[in-house]
């Protein structure tokens, strides 16, 4: 069973910087995705971007966050970073990572989840 435990989170001020960090344990497989995803309220979870341990194929960024937000990972510490820079108030929501075995851009398709992280990005 897999865990996960988002960490980073926090109060920014518009055009700040986050570095937000999924730390996965209980991975089985090496062939496995980390997905970010991120809730506001009143609003439907949405895919914020994922990252797959052995390819880059799957990679993806939500169209609102691309040129802002970087997916990385370290493999070896079964760990996932979102660095998340120019930030703005609309990017103010929890954030959860959420483990797969490839990169979908749908809450649904993701069994294992963490408890999130708030971002909080005031004007």
């Known amino acids: 069973e897999v865990q996960l435990v988002e960490s980073g989170g926090g109060l920014v001020q518009a055009g700040g910087s986050l570095r937000l960090s999924c730390a996965a344990s209980g991975v089985s497989f090496d062939d496995y995705a980390i997905g970010w995803f991120r809730q506001a309220p009143g609003k439907e979870r949405e895919g914020v971007s994922c990252?797959?341990?052995?390819?880059?194929?799957?990679?993806y960024y939500l169209e609102s966050v691309k040129g802002r937000f970087t997916v990385s990972n370290d493999n070896a510490k079964h760990t996932v970073y979102l660095q998340m820079n120019s930030l703005q108030p609309e990017d103010t929501a929890v954030y959860y990572c959420?483990?797969?075995?490839?990169?979908?851009?749908?809450?649904?398709?993701?069994?294992?989840w963490g408890q999130g992280t708030q971002v909080t990005v005031s004007s």
């Open positions: 990252i797959e341990s052995t390819s880059d194929i799957g990679t």
């Open positions: 959420a483990a797969h075995y490839d990169c979908s851009p749908y809450p649904a398709d993701f069994r294992s």
